[in-house]
């Protein structure tokens, strides 16, 4: 039962993935969270962030963001992007996954979701039938309270450890250095 909380991967942070080996793989779909997955909850696209996408963008990839957020918020952010997107997702319900596909004209077979939460992320992926990277979620430097649901997922995610069928089901999509 746990077993669909479980990510395909898990890396630090959305930098720290090999996109080179997702495409080389047959990926052509990318589905973004956005808070605490690209920036932290609230904060505006960055710099770095668009960059990131623009790269990824002349790589081939189609993205989306796939947020509970309201459409104001997404908008916002999405400001120096231009993706596409999915707002008030509620997820991890399937219908914001299945959205964000055929917006990008991508399907199960090519597509990928990354995000911070394994509660709504993670198990929507699952849900869904998508394979998922879990990132850890962005924390200010000094910033204490992370709530209740990050404990249940340190929990999900020891005991994920501690399966190995479970981990690299991706072929471990680590960034080498």
């Given at each position: 039962?746990?077993e669909?909380?479980?990510?395909?991967?898990?890396?630090?942070?959305?930098?720290?993935?090999?996109?080179?080996?997702?495409?080389?793989?047959?990926?052509?779909?990318?589905?973004?969270?956005?808070?605490?997955?690209?920036?932290?909850?609230?904060?505006?696209?960055?710099?770095?962030?668009?960059?990131?996408?623009?790269?990824?963008?002349k790589?081939?990839?189609?993205t989306?963001?796939?947020?509970?957020?309201?459409?104001?918020r997404?908008?916002?952010?999405?400001?120096?992007?231009?993706?596409?997107?999915?707002c008030?997702?509620?997820?991890?319900?399937?219908?914001?996954?299945?959205?964000?596909?055929?917006?990008?004209?991508?399907?199960k077979?090519?597509?990928?979701?990354?995000?911070?939460?394994?509660i709504?992320?993670?198990?929507?992926?699952?849900?869904?039938?998508?394979?998922?990277?879990?990132?850890?979620?962005i924390?200010?430097?000094?910033?204490?309270?992370?709530?209740?649901?990050?404990?249940?997922?340190?929990?999900?995610?020891?005991?994920?450890?501690?399966r190995?069928?479970?981990r690299?089901?991706l072929?471990?999509?680590?960034?080498?250095k």
């Amino acid at each position: 039962m746990i077993e669909k909380y479980y990510p395909y991967e898990y890396v630090k942070n959305i930098y720290c993935i090999d996109y080179k080996k997702l495409w080389d793989m047959g990926f052509r779909g990318l589905i973004f969270d956005v808070d605490n997955t690209l920036v932290h909850h609230g904060d505006d696209s960055t710099p770095k962030v668009d960059r990131f996408f623009e790269r990824l963008h002349k790589k081939g990839f189609k993205t989306c963001l796939l947020s509970d957020n309201e459409k104001s918020r997404v908008e916002r952010f999405n400001k120096n992007i231009g993706t596409l997107y999915v707002c008030d997702a509620d997820k991890p319900n399937v219908s914001g996954y299945e959205k964000a596909m055929e917006l990008m004209g991508t399907d199960k077979s090519n597509s990928v979701v990354i995000g911070d939460q394994i509660i709504t992320d993670i198990r929507g992926a699952n849900n869904t039938g998508l394979p998922s990277i879990l990132v850890h979620f962005i924390r200010l430097p000094g910033e204490k309270h992370i709530g209740k649901r990050r404990y249940i997922e340190y929990f999900v995610m020891w005991t994920w450890k501690c399966r190995k069928k479970y981990r690299y089901r991706l072929g471990d999509i680590r960034r080498k250095k």
